[in-house]
C-alpha cells in the first residue's frame, strides 16, 4: 500500500528530474489541461444530447406550424361547399333565420324534390351535359394536332404561335364576352348557320377559351416524348 501511494510521487520526482528547473509549473500546467479536457469530455455529450433535442423541438414546432396552415386554408376552400350541401338539407323556413345554423336541426330532401319537378332544371341540365361532352371532344381534336406540329415541327412563325397562346391566357375570359358574340353574329349572318342560342355556338364559345391553354399543356406533353420512340414506332 505504501509503494502504491508513492508511485505517483516518484513518477512526479521522475518528471521533475527529466523536465529541469520549470518542472514544477510545466506539470501543474499539465494536470490544469488534463482537469479541463475532462471536463470538457464529460460537457461534450450533454451539449450535443441538448443540440439535437432542441433541433427535434424545433422541426416538431416547424412540422406543426405547417400542417396547422394547411389546415387552416383546406377548411377555408372547404366551407362553400359545406355550406351549400347543408343549406340543401334545410327546411325553407330554416335559410333564411338570422342566427345561422351549421347544420339543418331537420334534414329534409324537399329542395331536391321540387328542383326536379322544374321543367327549366331539366332542360339548363340536359344542355349543360351535352356541352360538358361535346367542347372536351373538339378541344381535344384541335389542341393534339396543334400541340403536336408544336412540338415536333419547324416553320415560320412557331414562335409567334407559342408567343399568342401565352399572351390569351392574361386576357380575362369576362373580357372577351362582347366580341365573342358580335363575332358569332357577324358569322352567323354571313354563313347562315345558327351560332346564338345554340349548342354550336356554346360549344364553339367554350372551345374559344380551352383550345389555348390545352395547346400548351400538350405541347410540353408531346416535348417529353423522345423522338426515337416515335422513330421506332413508325
Known amino acids: 500500500l505504501h509503494r502504491d501511494l508513492c508511485a505517483p510521487c516518484a513518477r512526479r520526482h521522475d518528471l521533475e528530474g527529466l ?11 499539465y494536470q490544469v489541461m488534463s482537469t479541463d479536457n475532462q471536463a470538457l469530455t464529460t ?21 406543426a406550424l405547417t400542417h396547422g396552415a394547411i389546415w387552416i386554408l383546406l377548411a377555408f ?25 351549421f347544420w339543418p336541426k331537420q334534414i329534409t ?13 331539366m332542360q339548363t341540365l340536359r344542355n349543360s351535359i351535352i356541352v360538358a361532352i361535346l367542347t372536351p371532344l373538339v378541344s381535344i381534336v384541335i389542341t393534339s394536332m396543334t ?30 364576352v362582347i366580341p365573342l358574340f358580335v363575332i358569332m353574329r ?8 345558327r351560332l346564338i342560342n345554340s349548342y354550336t355556338g356554346l360549344i364553339i364559345g367554350f372551345a374559344t377559351f380551352s383550345v389555348p391553354f390545352c395547346t400548351l399543356f400538350l405541347r410540353g406533353f408531346f416535348s417529353s416524348f423522345p423522338v426515337e420512340l416515335e422513330e421506332a414506332a413508325l
Open 19 to 29: 523536465l529541469g528547473p520549470n518542472s514544477t509549473q510545466l506539470i501543474e500546467r
Open 43 to 63: 460537457q461534450l455529450p450533454q451539449s450535443v444530447a441538448q443540440r439535437r433535442r432542441a433541433a427535434r423541438l424545433r422541426r416538431v414546432a416547424a412540422s
Open 77 to 101: 376552400a372547404i366551407f362553400p361547399f359545406y355550406w351549400a350541401i347543408a343549406s340543401a338539407l334545410k327546411p325553407f323556413d330554416q335559410l333564411y333565420t338570422l342566427t345561422p345554423t
Open 109 to 121: 330532401f324537399d329542395n331536391f324534390r321540387a328542383l326536379m319537378h322544374q321543367s327549366i332544371f
Open 147 to 176: 400541340a403536336y406540329s408544336l412540338a415536333r415541327f419547324r416553320y415560320r412563325f412557331k414562335d409567334a404561335i407559342t408567343i399568342s397562346l401565352v399572351v390569351s391566357q392574361m386576357l380575362p375570359g369576362v373580357l372577351l
Open 186 to 193: 357577324q358569322l352567323q349572318d354571313l354563313l347562315h348557320i
